[in-house]
């Protein structure tokens, strides 16, 4: 059986966490009550890398044993929204998949919890701030991508 509380503290420790992101962090929660998505401004705590859907959900497939951060889906727009510590720009740069966003770049984040208008967390932010590698992003973007050695072949 579920534990529902438990879910449900994961969940508002990530909202928590991604509401105090903004400037405005009742405003952040007011569009969720709302049913909307709330638009987080990038800079202070983390950048975007965005990533088309196509090419991000091989990486994420990748990566889905190594240690990630938050990463929004949004099928309808075929996009993947990775996010990054504020000094990975330069890191990524030179990522062709990827676009680096710059700080103060509005992201429209549902909670945790469910989807809105078709954003989903495939990998929620959990309210500890870890944010994920960009190296290891890099990686699962590269010619051959990253692999854990227990997926590497033989």
């Excluded at 529902?4 to 405005?24: K, N």
């Excluded at 676009?99 to 909670?111: D, E, I, K, R, Y």
Aim: net charge negative; glycine share 8%; proline share 10%.
């Amino acid at each position: 059986m579920a534990h529902p509380m438990r879910f449900a503290a994961l969940y508002e420790a990530g909202d928590t966490w991604l509401a105090e992101c903004s400037e405005h962090p009742d405003l952040v929660r007011t569009a969720w009550d709302q049913e909307t998505l709330a638009p987080i401004a990038s800079g202070a705590h983390w950048l975007v890398a965005e990533s088309s859907l196509t090419k991000g959900w091989p990486a994420a497939s990748r990566l889905r044993n190594a240690p990630h951060g938050p990463v929004l889906a949004d099928p309808d727009a075929n996009k993947m929204y990775w996010l990054v510590a504020p000094g990975a720009a330069e890191e990524l740069a030179d990522v062709r998949r990827l676009v680096v966003h710059p700080a103060g770049w509005p992201l429209s984040c549902p909670p945790t919890g469910w989807q809105v208008e078709g954003r989903f967390w495939l990998w929620r932010p959990d309210g500890s701030g870890h944010l994920n590698d960009p190296a290891l992003i890099a990686a699962a973007f590269g010619p051959g991508g990253y692999r854990t050695e227990a997926e590497a072949p033989a």
